[in-house]
Structures are given as C-alpha cells and as structure tokens.
C-alpha cells in the first residue's frame, strides 16, 4: 500500500475526498488544500486519469525531521533514488512549506537538487539533467516547522491541463475548480444548463464531459509513465475501463456578449469534443431570455480583480438582479465570483455560500433560487 496526497484548489477539499474513495482509496484524509490517501498503483493511475478535481496526485517517497539546509541534503542524499528513476530522466525539485525556519526555500530546493544528483553521480558516476520547463520528473518537497515530505509527482504538467484548450493563455477558471463548481450547484446531466457569462467555455466543458462520461486525462500523458514503477499492462486495463454511463440528452447552452471570447469558445468546445452538446449564441446576459422554464445557472461574472471597476459593477449588478427575476423565475442560479458584494447588490438573497479560492483569491460560489413573482418593484 503506497502513500499519496492529492492537491486541489481550496474549498473542494470533501469533494475530493469523496471522488478519491470512488477510486478505491483508503485511509482518506483532508486536509487544507488537499486530500490525503493509500492505495496501490491502479488507484494512483485512475485518481490521474479520473479525478475531476485534483490537481496532482503526489507520491510520498521520504519523510524526516530537520533543522536546516544540511539536514535535507543528508536525508535527500540517503534516498535510493535510483530505484525511483533512471539518471537520463530530467529533473526538477519544487520546495514549499508552511511556518518552516528556513529563510530561503531557493536554497533549500538548491541543497535537495544537489542531494539527488549527488547520489546518482556518486553510485553510477553520472547526474540527471535538471529541466525546470518540461522536466520528465518532478520531486516536490513539503516543509513545516520541524519535517520535511518528499514526493515524486505522479501527474506531471497539473491535472486541470487536460489537453483540449485552444489559446496558450492562463484561463480565469482553472478545469477542476470549474468541475468542482458544478458538482455544488447539484446539477444532473437532465436539467437544462446555461453558463450566460461563457467566456472561454471551461463550465460548459466541464459538465458536457462529466455528463458523458468522459475521463478528464483521456488526452494526455502523465508523470508516472517516466518512472521505474510504470506498469504498461495495469495502465492499459485501467485506460480501457468503462466507469461512467454517458447521459443521452443533454440541454447544455452557453452565450456571452463578446465575439471574440466566443470565438475561443468554439475552439475549446471543439477541441474537447463535446460541441455537439453544447449550443452558443452571442447575447448579453441582462437580454438572454431562459432556454427552458427551469434549470441550473452556472456563471463566473466579471469582477474587479478580472474586469471593470469596482463602479461599473455597483451599477451592472442590479441590472444583473432585476434580469434574473424578469427572466429566470424557476432557476437555480450559481455565481462564482471574488466579489463579495454580489447578492446585496443584485438585491437578491442567497439560499447558499460557499467559500472557494481561485489561487490565492477568496471567492464564494453564491446560490440564488428566482422565485416565480419575485419580480417585485423597487
């Protein structure tokens, strides 16, 4: 039974805890920022191909007390990591750590590098290269006040890269974190969804691929295919594996006022496969009427982190509540944003808040249910 952590954005912590147990893991537990697990290597590679919600799947290889820089190299130097990896596999080393003593994380991840080479040179008489882009295998370290936890990266590039997103830009919502959001608003695959505020597509991407079943790494590779415990017949079986039935009919619709962010749409609609699920129009959201009588709302609407002033938004925002009761009576309503104002200015009440982090930024995803005959002057 080996030891794993899965990382995933803040908030989703129980989501994935929940999700992880479906892959058979044992001995779950969450802490901030992550899920902590056992299991074998089927559920290492089906929680990489599988989880909707992780953003690395680390293997834990060492754990040690410290007290400075030597100490990591001397417990790092020990390791046998020749059983690990082969010395023509590039390398890179991440440090964080939380209330740890060191005063620079840069030259603790310095010392650990040197650790590693140190050891392959000195027993095979040469040192892997370190590749800090695209590196083949990447060891992540975890330090608090007093130990220190060495993990070898089972994922690779983060699981929310899923291999389908058209632009080589950052999105504003990251694929696990917009997987989470949909799983909260409780949305089954036969309600009617709309995302008004599409963007880039990655809500609508994200439950049209849920829907159909459709593995979330099925278009990439992951980094324990670089490592010596790869085991090509257990990775074909678990590829191979049906676990999800694909829902039939779906009701999936996406708008948003600018062209161009539709355009990227449509290339990351196609490119994930899962157009033939989804329709998209160009219309403002204060203009779109409701695609069906009822249904679940998902939205990230802009704020002042992302788009206009603080101003600007004090003014759309009751335009944004007073279009929600005029066209959306019978809809449960998500908003996924950093501004915490929303509600009161929309002068709506939410039923729901829940806190979630887009990175480092606090945000909660607001739940609003438009009762019909809400629609009330003033």
């Known amino acids: 039974m080996e030891q794993f952590f899965a990382s995933s954005p803040r908030g989703l912590e129980s989501l994935l805890a929940a999700e992880l147990g479906s892959f058979g893991a044992q001995r779950v537990a969450e802490v901030p920022g992550g899920v902590a697990f056992s299991g074998d290597w089927s559920v290492c590679y089906t929680a990489n191909l599988w989880s909707r919600l992780a953003s690395r799947i680390l293997w834990r290889v060492a754990e040690f007390g410290y007290a400075g ?217 204060l203009e779109r009427a409701a695609p069906a009588p009822a249904g679940v709302m998902v939205a990230n609407p802009p704020y002042g982190e992302r788009i206009g002033s603080k101003e600007e938004l004090a003014e759309f925002y009751p335009r944004l509540g007073s279009a929600l009761k005029k066209n959306y009576p019978g809809w449960r309503c998500h908003f996924f944003t950093a501004d915490l104002r929303l509600p009161k200015l929309m002068r709506l009440q939410p039923s729901r808040r829940v806190p979630l982090y887009n990175g480092a930024l606090e945000c909660r995803l607001f739940e609003i249910r438009i009762v019909a005959g809400s629609n009330r002057p003033g």
């Open 69 to 285: 820089e030597d100490d990591l190299y001397e417990a790092a130097h020990k390791l046998d990591w020749m059983r690990l990896f082969t010395v023509e596999r590039t390398l890179r080393v991440n440090v964080s750590a939380q209330k740890s003593p060191l005063k620079s994380l840069d030259f603790a991840t310095l010392r650990i590098k040197d650790a590693v080479c140190d050891r392959f040179r000195e027993t095979l008489g040469s040192r892997p290269n370190v590749d800090r882009a695209n590196p083949d295998v990447r060891v992540h370290a975890f330090l608090d006040a007093v130990h220190c936890v060495l993990y070898l990266d089972t994922s690779g590039e983060p699981l929310f890269k899923r291999g389908w997103r058209a632009g080589a830009g950052e999105a504003p919502l990251r694929e696990n974190l917009a997987a989470g959001i949909i799983l909260l608003s409780g949305w089954k695959p036969e309600e009617p969804l709309l995302d008004p505020m599409c963007g880039g597509g990655t809500l609508l991407i994200e439950a049209a691929a849920m829907a159909r079943g459709r593995a979330p790494g099925a278009r990439r590779s992951f980094g324990f295919e670089k490592l010596k415990i790869f085991d090509p017949k257990l990775w074909a079986g678990i590829k191979n594996e049906e676990r999800v039935p694909a829902a039939a009919k779906l009701e999936i619709f996406g708008s948003d006022n600018d062209p161009r962010v539709l355009g990227d749409a449509r290339r990351n609609i196609a490119g994930a496969g899962v157009d033939r699920w989804i329709k998209l129009e160009q219309v403002d959201i």
